[in-house]
């Protein structure tokens, strides 16, 4: 076998990762977007840095845990099974970071950069934390 072959053995299992974390990333793109009363896409759109600090930061904090879920994983079903439970604390941490500032949407609408930067860094400290956790 030569070493091109040998390098590109694992390529179908590449893309079968690469296709469930983007096929999970993009339902948690749309229900986040449908869980926050703010129009995240068109506050970015029209320049809202702290619509913007807040979505990325929420980005990043879904995507932490899923890495690691498909670092971790033993097959598909396992990735997609936890990247799911991904899922489901990051929106959670979503509410979560309301409960000390309850009108943290219209405050970002207004492009308040404490409520981005407050949204976003909860949403990476609990990605972090859910990453973590996740190292079984």
């Known amino acids: 076998m030569d070493i091109f072959s040998t390098s590109i053995e694992g390529l179908p299992l590449f893309l079968a990762y690469l296709g469930t974390a983007a096929v999970l990333t993009g339902i948690y793109i749309v229900i986040y977007m449908w869980v ?10 029209e320049n809202n840095l702290a619509a913007a600090v807040a979505f990325a930061g929420s980005l990043i904090g879904f995507s932490l845990p899923l890495a690691n879920t498909i670092a971790g994983s033993v097959d598909l079903i396992d990735c997609a099974i936890w990247g799911l439970v991904a899922l489901v604390v990051q929106i959670l941490i979503y ?22 930067v407050w949204l976003g860094s909860a949403s990476l400290a609990g990605g972090l934390l859910n990453a973590a956790c996740m190292s079984y």
Do not use: N, Y
Not at 36 to 45: A, G, K, N, Q, V
């Open 36 to 45: 926050t009363p703010h129009e995240e896409i068109r506050l970015i759109r």
């Open 95 to 116: 509410f979560i970071a309301r409960i000390p500032m309850p009108k943290i949407s219209e405050r970002i609408e207004k492009g308040e950069m404490a409520s981005g």
